[in-house]
């Protein structure tokens, strides 16, 4: 599914993260962990062409994306949804939805899952995104990039200042999202509960590069907070 080999990634002159390697595989939940600072994010822009990355490769199903613009990199299959989300508030729920459906050049009906997945929407249509709150935001920046119909969903700290109640909605529907549709997910994320419960594979990150990778049930726990905490 997605290969990242030696990847090095920067801004100006500062090196984030250097010979970053990692795999998703079909079909999985994998999430990306490490403190605030270590290269997650930039991991992420990196995938999505944001960010200056001088060497390395980046394949999607075999197909080399390192020279490609980001909307070519999402016409292969790429649903992400940055950390900050960044719905149009202006915008009503229905029109954030149309415009991903747009943005795919899919036809302008929103696939029924996707209100069965966060049953708010319907609720909320004729609302502008800038009024709902943050989990509902969430909530609706997932719901846009899904209706692209991508292969992998890439999310960045998708639990980030929103209610326990709301993380359980998010959770459950990634879940279902997964096993449902087959569609594999990538999650940067900071909330260890949260990524101990929904994924099957962890890496986690310190100074740009993985210093633990595993399948989650594998991995000690112990020592996965001990690095999330020091």
Do not use: W
């Not at 920067?10 to 993260?17: A, H, K, R």
């Not at 209706?147 to 109640?165: A, F, R």
């Amino acid at each position: 599914m997605l290969n990242i080999s030696q990847v090095n990634a920067c801004y100006g002159e500062s090196s984030v993260i250097s010979g970053l390697d990692m795999e998703v595989n079909d079909h999985k939940i994998v999430c990306l962990i490490g403190r605030n600072g270590v290269g997650k994010s930039t991991t992420l822009k990196s995938i999505m062409g944001l960010v200056n990355t001088p060497s390395g490769s980046i394949k999607l199903n075999g197909t080399e994306m390192m020279k490609m613009a980001t909307y070519d990199r999402v016409k292969l299959g790429i649903g992400y949804v940055p950390q900050g989300r960044d719905i149009f508030p202006q915008m009503t729920v229905q029109e954030n939805l149309e415009l991903g459906l747009h943005t795919a050049g899919k036809e302008k009906k929103v696939p029924d899952y996707i209100y069965d997945l966060f049953p708010i929407l319907p609720e909320f249509a004729k609302r502008k995104g800038g009024d709902l709150s943050g989990g509902q935001q969430q909530q609706l920046a997932i719901a846009r990039a899904l209706v692209t119909g991508p292969e992998i969903l890439i999310l960045d700290e998708p639990t980030e200042g929103i209610q326990p109640s709301i993380i359980q909605d998010i959770g459950r529907a990634i879940k279902r999202v997964n096993q449902e549709l087959g569609i594999t997910v990538l999650i940067v994320e900071q909330y260890l509960e949260f990524v101990l419960d929904i994924s099957d594979e962890l890496y986690i990150m310190e100074k740009g590069s993985i210093v633990m990778q595993g399948k989650t049930k594998e991995l000690p726990v112990e020592e996965i907070q001990k690095i999330m905490t020091e």
